[in-house]
């Protein structure tokens, strides 16, 4: 299948709708043209400074949680439910930007990152990783191999398909990143560029060891307070215990079980549910810019055998440019350089964090935009 041409949008905060009344979509739309929004619907705690757009309050923070109004009858079967972010109030800001996408002629995809939802763990708790020593992560993130985590991802998802989006951005969706690698700051700029140093994987001291992932590798035979055992001898001793690998076998096999699994049963997403329907179809999910695991789908997933059957590879491609002002003119062009190369690839191209940039990076966009649609 040929990849999808590409499709320029604006990763949107309902936050910044809300304080602003539209005018930065009213540039966006006007000046780079853009064909779509991504709009973060559920998000962990965050924190935006952007001087140059709202003078009067710069700061925006919030807790995190749904940045909409649930439905609570869709959450009933999964048992718990993420509250909503507290600056959000009464207000319906989602369907009125819904509303607004839809008579600007613009799609909506929304970005859900359920893990690390403070209020997840509140009532409960054993959805959080742990360490080999049994300690919960700190920021806590929910572990994928919990099933009870995976029901309220699917009832997320559903409550939201109400909205009739195009799709869904589920980027934060891995296994075993307790403890990321770090990746370099000018890497992270431009998140295509980081996947191959994400791809080699997260260390020893990024496993998790909460009851959900032991009990997947006790059903397939691996004794998971071996492997637990083998990673606390090797953090200890380690000279940086945040890139240490451990080559044990056990803890090898602890690691490919569990990757396994939470990629099949992330997988069941997008299978078909009956008459060829299926909750989400792959071409309706962005594959994360970041390399796998840290992301959807989960490595593991597309490597043959934990591709359910009549499971698919097709996800739609996803590139993301963080909008920060370009130090010069150089630094300019080769933003509009790397954004005409994406594009090349098709998918979604996003631009985040405009708020926090000049105003004036608009006129950057904007050729970026344009060079971009001619073919470079
Ligand atoms: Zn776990």
Redesign the pocket.
Known sequence: MPPMPAQFGLHYPLWNHSREAGGLLDRACGEIGIDHLTIPVVTGPLQQFRPGWFGDAPSFVTEGGLHFRPDSRRYAVAGARPRMARWLGQRAILEEVCEEAQRRGLGIWLWVELRRVPTLFEPERHFA??SAWGDPAQPPSA?I??AGFRELLHAVIADLETRAPRGFALPDLALDDLQPVPVCDAAACHESAAVDKAGEGSGAASL?Y?P??RAVAAEHGVDAEAAARAVRVVLCDAGDWRVARVGDPVVERYASVRLAAGAAALHRLAEPLGAGRCMVATERLQRSPMAQPAGFPLRGALDGQALPPGGSSAYVGHSRFCCRSPADDRAAQAFVRDVSEASARGGIIDFFNLEEAHPRLMDVLRQAVRYARRGG
Do not use: K, L, P, V
């Open positions: 990783q742990r572990c191999s919990n998790c909460c959900a992932c």
